[in-house]
């Protein structure tokens, strides 16, 4: 979860593993085909201007998910990650992605490709995990507009 996320968006995120930016990267990922003059473009030590573009268009992620993702993420997990992509991309299979906790002691992302001769149709599954013990609330216990803090 990025930083200042409402308690509302956590708990919507623990029901449904959707949050801003899963939803973002799920709609950047629907037709990957169409990325596909700008795999060179698609770097993410440090994260490429070119996907900072796409990420802050109107509508799509905040600055502070945007600054999760590149000081937040472990980048073995995004160097992993833009691998998949770029073959996704290769291959015309969209993505979803979605969010929830791990009891490990770090964060952790699960990438499922679908099984050999699944048609495209079926997309590669990408989870992205935060530690549960990494989370601390603040502001007044009840209320909706509690401020999760990833620790």
Known sequence: MPPNSTLRTYINALHTGDT???R???ILMHYPAR???NVADITVDPLSTFLK???SA???MKFEEIDHIEDAWPM?????LRTHVL???ETGRRMIFKWGPTSGPTAATDIVWPPDGAPLTV???VTFRSPASGFEFSGEEGNDDDVVIAT
Do not use: M
Not at 76 to 80: F, L
């Open 20 to 22: 801003n930016v899963t």
């Open 123 to 125: 997309p590669i599954r």
């Open 24 to 26: 973002v990267l799920s």
């Open 87 to 89: 073959q996704a991309i």
């Open 76 to 80: 073995d997990q995004k160097e992993e």
């Open 58 to 60: 109107p509508g799509r």
């Open 35 to 37: 990325w596909q003059p």
């Open 53 to 55: 573009d796409l990420f």
